[in-house]
Nanobody, 125 residues
Framework: QVQLVESGGGLVQAGGSLRLSCAAS????????MGWFRQAPGKERESVAS????????YYGGSVKGRFTISRDNAKNTMYLQMNSLKPEDTAVYYC??????????????????WGQGTQVTVSS
């Protein structure tokens, strides 16, 4: 079993920055691809970014390219999402997810096997 725990969410003004962390525990060897997703009220869960096991390959959703950076530290079993130039439309619950499939970059939520509980990010205008 795998447990994922997000942290780092909060309230920030537009143009500000936040860094989210996702700590993995349990059978972490079964996680290959990791990703960040977000869900705003009344909207479907969408892919924000994903990263390969080695960290050498990444994928970003179109709305966050150039503003968000995904990274992972396998020695610490932790993944990060650095969010800069935040906009009110970035407001959502952000979820950390893990997939057993090495080809998981850009996969939709249904293809991910493990999920965190989510952390709220609110960007005020």
């Amino acid at each position: 079993q795998v447990q994922l725990v997000e942290s780092g969410g909060g309230l920030v003004q537009a143009g500000g920055s936040l860094r989210l962390s996702c700590a993995a525990s349990g059978r972490t060897f079964s996680i290959k691809t990791m990703g960040w997703f977000r869900q705003a009220p009344g909207k479907e869960r969408e892919s924000v970014a994903s990263i390969s096991w080695s960290g050498s390959s990444t994928y970003y959703g179109g709305s966050v390219k150039g503003r968000f950076t995904i990274s992972r530290d396998n020695a610490k079993n932790t993944m990060y999402l650095q969010m800069n130039s935040l906009k009110p439309e970035d407001t959502a619950v952000y979820y950390c997810a893990g997939a057993a499939d090495r080809r998981g970059l850009g996969f939709p939520p249904v293809r991910y096997d493990y999920w965190g509980q989510g952390t709220q990010v609110t960007v005020s205008s």
